[in-house]
C-alpha cells in the first residue's frame, strides 16, 4: 500500500535496524518505546488489522518471531498487545504485534 508508513518499513525504504526478518515478517523498536524492550512485528504484507488476516501461517509467523525476539533479547517476562480499532488504541492501520518487556506491568491495561 503506497502511503503506509509499515509498509515502506518492511521495505527497507528506511534502513530500519530487524531484530528478525524473514520471508512473511519484520520485527523492529517501536520509535515511542512504552517500555525498555518494546518491538513490533508485522507481516511484510498489508493487512489493516488482526481480524483481516485469514492466513494462519502470517498470524502464527507474528508470534514466532515475537518468540525468537524475545529469546534473543534473553527476556523473561513480557506482554504481546495488538491493538485493534481506534478505540482500542490503533494508530497505524497496518496490522504490528507489540511486544513489550522490561518493566513491571499493571493489570488490567488501562
Ligand atoms: P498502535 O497504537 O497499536 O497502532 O501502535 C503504533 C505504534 O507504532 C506506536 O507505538 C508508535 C509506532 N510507530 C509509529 N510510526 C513509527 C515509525 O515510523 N517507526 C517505528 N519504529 N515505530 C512507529
Known amino acids: 500500500m503506497g502511503e503506509c508508513i509499515f509498509c515502506k518499513i518492511a521495505n527497507g525504504e528506511f534502513n530500519t535496524d530487524f531484530l528478525y526478518e524473514d520471508d512473511l515478517v519484520v520485527a523492529f523498536r517501536d520509535i515511542e518505546p512504552q517500555a525498555p524492550d518494546h518491538i513490533l512485528i508485522i507481516p511484510r504484507d498489508h493487512y489493516i488489522s488482526i481480524k483481516d ?43 504490528h504485534l507489540h511486544l513489550l518487556a522490561g518493566r513491571k506491568m499493571g493489570w488490567p491495561p488501562g
Open 53 to 95: 488476516i485469514s492466513d494462519e501461517a502470517i498470524i502464527g509467523r507474528l508470534f514466532l518471531a515475537g518468540n525468537k525476539v524475545v529469546e534473543q533479547l534473553g527476556i523473561s517476562s513480557f506482554r504481546y498487545v495488538i491493538n485493534t480499532g481506534k478505540d482500542a488504541g490503533q494508530a497505524v492501520f497496518h496490522i
